[in-house]
């Protein structure tokens, strides 16, 4: 079946610190991946995604994501968060080459304290 | 131009009453999507449109539920009969209709079925 998995629902933070989110999918065949993040009383927007080529793609903001399709993962990253980056970020996935339903995961909450 | 936007934003019924919900997307955009979001959930996939091709229903939970669109503009998602687990955010979204586009989300009605 088609999932997404994201390892952390709640994430607390102090600014400067470095930031990690895991994403697992399990999806047949190519993949497009997403990193949507929705600050508070905002709607969901794009972060970065990743649809061929190389595997480490850079986003909006300082944030960054992985695709290593040996691990079926997709996790993002950024060195240092900053008060601002409080938000709820989803992970999700759809199938390469066409731009049907994406699936998507529960998504983390991060609270960085200033 | 303007996002994709929604309307109402938000809307309380009363159990076993109809409920019309609207989605504006964004000027161009061929492809228009309906996601539902419960408390403490992830984003579900309800329902695709593509330009006049025939829509992907296969997310819609029940024969209560449907959605129409016109061309390529707006659409409307009726809930018929609504009960208390169709309380949830419904959000929009629309893409350009090619290979991998981004998907641009609305700001979603919030329903509420007493």
């Known amino acids: 079946a088609q999932s997404v998995s994201q390892h952390n629902h709640h994430v607390i933070l102090s600014e400067a610190a470095s930031l990690e989110l895991g994403c697992n999918y399990s999806y047949g065949g190519t993949v497009n991946l997403f990193w949507y993040v929705q600050y508070p009383g905002q709607h969901l927007q794009l972060l970065l995604k990743?649809?061929?080529?190389d595997p480490l793609v850079k986003g909006i903001k300082g944030f960054e994501a992985e695709f290593i399709k040996s691990k079926f993962s997709f996790n993002l990253r950024k060195p240092s968060v900053q008060w601002s980056d409080t938000a709820e970020y989803f992970c999700a996935v759809n199938g390469a080459g066409n731009n049907r339903k994406l699936i998507w995961g529960l998504g983390t909450s991060l609270a960085v304290n200033p | 131009g303007a996002g994709v936007s929604q309307s109402p934003s938000n809307k309380v019924t009363e159990k076993g009453k109809d409920v019309e919900l609207r989605c504006d997307p964004i000027?161009?955009?061929?492809?228009l999507y309906w996601y539902r979001q419960r408390l403490g959930q992830g984003l579900e996939f309800l329902i695709y449109?593509?330009?006049?091709?025939?829509?992907?229903k296969s997310g819609l939970p029940s024969d209560r539920f449907s959605a129409e669109r016109t061309g390529e503009s707006v659409s409307t998602l009726t809930i018929q009969r609504t009960q208390q687990e169709d309380s949830a955010v419904y959000l929009c979204?629309?893409?350009?209709?090619?290979?991998?586009?981004?998907?641009?989300f609305g700001p979603g009605t919030r329903l509420t079925v007493l």
């Open positions: 990743y649809f061929s080529g």
């Open positions: 449109f593509q330009g006049n091709s025939a829509p992907d």
């Open positions: 000027s161009g955009h061929t492809a």
């Open positions: 979204a629309s893409s350009l209709g090619q290979t991998n586009n981004e998907q641009f």
